[in-house]
């Protein structure tokens, strides 16, 4: 049994950096059982998913922990169809339940409203943003505050009492260095912390242990841990692969960060910048299909809805590429940072001297800056072949395009 099992709180007491929460009116609302859907919302790592777990024994309830990134509608439908037959009201904990889509936090409504069960949800996130209104006009929410050093020294100095007598051993001689280290690693979160006095007690030896930043520690105990840095490295690999037209890396990369447990969203929106910053308008319509997948995943969610990200992932890999929207931005930044052009005269309010396009067949030849700039350069490539031909008809050599 790891030693985050072990060193679990038992009750509500147990529970430290939560004292506020515990000695208020709220608590006693918690206590009594009067909510139908609990959302408990704060930084990792502060007790979020224990207080779940305490209230079902504390009820006497079933209990069905649930994460929103793999967890579909059939676990939450086989739930309440044993609920039915047993005539017991089991609590379900959803952790991140920020991830469900809509369909899915319909059918939460569906669930309370007619008494199967009581939901109780997990958020890092603000769940005023990420949540339905229903579902927040029926929810009761509760703030978890950051841990402190001192509660995380208090943490700290209780799960290393516990793994000593697991051990059969009285005394540990570095208990300081420990405590220390184990605070400035775990960046406020408990998990971390306890994770970390489990490498360094079972190696026996702190110096060996791998530190990187104030995040998780490489260690021999608990398997790959996954930092910040990394993070951005595999969104980074993610997105130049699609840059690079190769599917099969983005895939790869993509699913590891499924795998660490990265919101999809957080996916989503750098494919939506990849949209215009790589493919542009030598595929316009890849930001039309992009927000279609987009939006059925909302409505599908996870596990199904990992297909639909590899659609969107194979999709944008596969797209002729252009970055001549994206140095275009760049391009007339720069510009404005050292010019500060006037309006023609002819394209000014109510102007006497303006042509209008359509009088002239669609396009005549005018002003529309004091000087002839390119900013916007199309490729050869897609459908930004044909907006380069156009271009170059309509300008002829009043704007040079294509080099």
Not at 137 to 162: C, H, M, P, Q
Request: net charge neutral; aromatic share 10%; with cysteine.
């Amino acid at each position: 049994m790891r030693l985050t099992e072990f060193a679990s709180p038992k009750t509500f007491s147990d529970i430290v950096g939560q004292e506020d929460l515990l000695n208020s009116p709220k608590y006693s609302i918690i206590y009594k059982g009067n909510f139908d859907i609990l959302i408990l919302y704060g930084p990792t790592g502060t007790g979020k998913s224990s207080f779940a777990r305490i209230l079902g024994e504390h009820f006497c309830a079933p209990f069905y922990p649930l994460h929103a990134s793999t967890a579909g509608n059939s676990e939450i439908k086989k739930i309440i169809d044993t609920a039915k037959k047993t005539g017991k009201p089991p609590i379900i904990f959803i952790d991140e339940i920020h991830r469900f889509s809509k369909v899915q936090q319909d059918l939460l409504l569906d669930v309370v409203d007619e008494k199967y069960a009581r939901i109780v949800g997990a958020s890092t996130e603000n769940p005023f943003y990420s949540l339905t209104p229903a579902i927040r006009s029926r929810g009761y929410f509760v703030k978890f505050k950051a841990l402190t050093d001192v509660s995380l020294s208090r943490i700290a100095e209780r799960v290393i009492k516990i793994y000593l007598e697991h051990r059969g051993l009285t005394k540990l001689s570095n208990l300081k260095e420990v405590i220390d280290s184990a605070v400035q690693c775990s960046n406020g979160d408990a998990r971390k912390l306890i994770n970390f006095i489990e490498a360094s007690l079972e190696t026996g030896d702190l110096s060996g242990l791998e530190i990187k930043g104030n995040l998780e520690v490489k260690d021999l105990v608990f398997g790959e841990s996954y930092d910040v840095d990394q993070h951005y490295d595999i969104l980074s690999a993610m997105i130049k692969s699609i840059r690079g037209s190769d599917p099969d890396a983005a895939l790869v990369w993509c699913f590891k960060l499924l795998k660490s447990g990265v919101d999809p969203k957080v996916i989503f929106r750098r494919l939506a910048i990849s949209c215009s910053e790589d493919i542009g308008n030598a595929l316009p319509d890849a930001a039309v299909v992009l927000s279609s997948l987009w939006d059925l995943f909302e409505k599908v969610g996870m596990p199904e809805g990992e297909i639909i990200i590899a659609q969107a992932v194979t999709f944008l890999s596969s797209c002729p590429k252009s970055n001549r929207t994206y140095e275009a931005c760049k391009s007339v930044k720069k510009y404005l940072t050292t010019n500060d052009p006037k309006v023609p005269a002819n394209i000014v309010s109510n102007s006497k001297s303006y042509k209008y396009p359509f009088d002239h067949g669609n396009f005549v030849l005018q002003k529309y800056l004091n000087e002839d700039v390119v900013f916007y350069n199309p490729s050869n490539y897609g459908f930004e072949k044909k907006i380069l031909d156009r271009l170059t008809e309509l300008w002829g050599k009043r704007k040079i395009y294509g080099n």
